[in-house]
């Protein structure tokens, strides 16, 4: 069983298109996240929401906007795709009440913006 | 703003040494963790260090902490092949425990 699982793993898509990523994790956990991780490796978190509500919201043009139905998923949806936008988009998982807790990452949405 | 640095960037080792990877950061941590990410894959935690705690063991992995002068160190014995993967650090900060990541660290094992 997957823990933390993200679709599509692949996205190619043209410019000026509007694209979601979704995420699901099995995990109980009560927090969530997205990364956004460039072609120099470089991993920046984009959001957090814990027990559904955001808690961390990075730098990120209002094109990006994440959304969390329950407490096991956390959806990206992006407006008016842009070259740049082209990535690796990471979801993970943690427990925050429990204090110093490591995070689960799923396995990663390569987006390729042409 | 970026909190952890790793280095070196790439460390190439025979099977068989040890490889020591080094990371500093800039502010107070909750915690500091390593991750490892294969090559088109997710990170996967190695461990985590509190910010009260010195020196941590898992299997081949040794991780020691010093906060006086924000940096850590992670410490893999007897390298396999199965090890080629980038090494991440990352502090957990702030009241959400916010994870912010470096760099990463190339790590090659030669068999």
């Known amino acids: 069983d997957t823990a933390v699982s993200q679709t599509p793993k692949y996205l190619v898509t043209q410019m000026g298109n509007d694209k979601s990523i979704k995420c699901e994790q099995n995990?109980?956990?009560?927090?969530m996240y997205w990364y956004k991780q460039d072609s120099k490796k470089f991993l920046k978190i984009m959001f957090s929401?814990?027990?559904?509500?955001?808690?961390i919201n990075e730098t990120v043009p209002n094109r990006f906007s994440p959304k969390s139905p329950d407490k096991a998923h956390l959806n990206l949806h992006i407006n008016s795709l842009e070259l740049g936008d082209s990535a690796v988009y990471f979801c993970?998982?943690?427990?925050?009440?429990?204090?110093?807790?490591?995070?689960?990452f799923g396995q990663g949405t390569r987006l390729t913006v042409v | 703003s970026q909190q952890g640095e790793e280095d070196p960037q790439a460390l190439s080792i025979q099977e068989g040494e040890n490889a020591t990877m080094n990371c500093s950061y800039k502010?107070?941590?909750?915690?500091l963790q390593w991750y490892r990410q294969n090559s088109g894959r997710g990170l996967v935690h190695l461990i985590l260090?509190?910010?009260?705690?010195r020196e941590k063991h898992s299997g081949r992995l040794r991780v020691t902490l010093d906060t006086s002068k924000k940096s850590s160190s992670l410490l893999i014995t007897a390298s396999r092949a199965a090890d080629t993967a980038s090494y991440f650090c990352?502090?957990?900060?702030?009241?959400?425990?916010?994870?912010?990541f470096g760099k990463g660290i190339t790590l090659s094992v030669r068999p």
């Open positions: 990352a502090t957990a900060t702030g009241a959400n425990s916010k994870l912010t």
């Open positions: 995990l109980g956990h009560d927090t």
């Open positions: 993970a998982s943690s427990q925050r009440d429990r204090g110093n807790t490591e995070a689960f």
């Open positions: 929401y814990n027990n559904k509500e955001l808690i």
């Open positions: 502010t107070s941590i909750n915690n």
């Open positions: 260090i509190r910010s009260n705690e």
